[in-house]
C-alpha cells in the first residue's frame, strides 16, 4: 500500500461531524428573524448546512442559505458564536451563527421563502426566542445575541452553553 493510500485510509477512519451555519437577522426593533421550516419541529434560524465537500467556507455557507430559504443574499457581519452539539442520533454539530445586521422595512417586505423547506417566517423579541428555538439551538442563538449587544467576541459553546473552564 503506498503512503497516499495509508493516508486515505487514515481519512475514512475519523469521525463523522456536522457542520452548518445561520445568520442572525434584526428589524429596527431589535427583534430576531426566525423561519419555521416543514422538515422539523420549532423554528430556525435563516441558514444549513456547510457543503464542505465543494469546499465551502461556514461564512459562504451562511449567505448562500439565506440567499435559498428567504431570498437575501447580504454580506454577512461578524461571527457571533461557535456551538459544539451532541444530540441523539447523529454525529456532533458544529454550529456557526453570523451576524445578518438590522432589516429594513423594504428588506422583510422583499423576503422570499424557499418553498420545499420553508412554511413562514416572523419577528421574535430576543426574550422569547427559546420559546420557539428548541433544545440547544434556543440558547445558542440567546448566547449569539447577547454577543451582538455586548460587543464581546465571538461566543464559544458547547451544547448552546458556555464551557466550564477547564
Do not use: C, F, K
Not at 71 to 80: C, E, F, K, S, V
Not at 157 to 163: A, I, T
Amino acid at each position: 500500500m503506498t503512503t497516499t493510500d495509508d493516508y486515505a485510509t487514515y481519512i475514512a477512519s475519523l469521525p463523522r461531524v456536522l457542520a452548518g451555519a445561520a445568520v442572525l437577522y434584526r428589524d429596527d426593533e431589535g427583534r430576531v428573524l426566525v423561519v419555521e421550516p416543514n422538515y422539523r419541529e420549532g423554528w430556525v434560524l435563516p441558514g444549513g448546512t456547510i457543503e464542505s465537500d465543494r469546499g465551502e467556507s461556514p461564512r459562504t455557507a451562511a449567505r448562500r442559505e439565506s440567499a435559498e430559504e428567504i431570498g437575501l443574499d447580504l454580506p454577512l457581519g461578524r461571527l457571533l458564536a461557535v456551538d459544539w452539539t451532541l444530540g441523539p442520533a447523529r454525529p456532533p454539530l458544529v454550529a456557526y451563527v453570523y451576524d445578518g445586521g438590522v432589516l429594513d422595512a423594504a428588506q422583510l417586505a422583499s423576503i422570499e421563502l424557499q418553498e420545499e423547506e420553508l412554511i413562514s417566517w416572523r419577528l421574535v423579541e430576543p426574550a422569547e426566542l427559546t420559546d420557539y428555538l428548541l433544545g440547544a439551538l434556543g440558547p445558542r442563538i440567546e448566547e449569539a445575541h447577547r454577543v451582538l449587544q455586548s460587543g464581546e467576541g465571538a461566543a464559544e459553546l458547547e451544547n448552546g452553553r458556555r464551557p466550564q473552564a477547564s
